[in-house]
């Protein structure tokens, strides 16, 4: 690790920071929070699982988190 660091200033880096990363764009928008909201209100039993199964591209434990803490 610290070769790596080494050999990084020696060809020119300046800073100690990382390098900002490109990341794919979030699928969690207003938008998809409201349609799990309105998920919810046509079936006030649902489960986790059943929600999961509607909203494949993201986790159970983010659903879980836009159900009951938002």
């Known amino acids: 690790m610290v070769r790596k660091w080494v050999r990084a200033f020696k060809d020119g880096r300046t800073n100690i920071h990382d390098e900002e990363r490109r990341w794919r764009p979030s699928v969690i928008t207003d938008d998809f929070i409201q ?15 059943s929600l999961s199964e509607e909203f494949p591209v993201v986790s159970r434990s983010f659903l879980h988190e836009i159900v009951f803490e938002r």
């Open 35 to 49: 349609k799990v909201g309105s998920k919810v209100k046509e079936n006030r039993r649902f489960t986790i699982s």
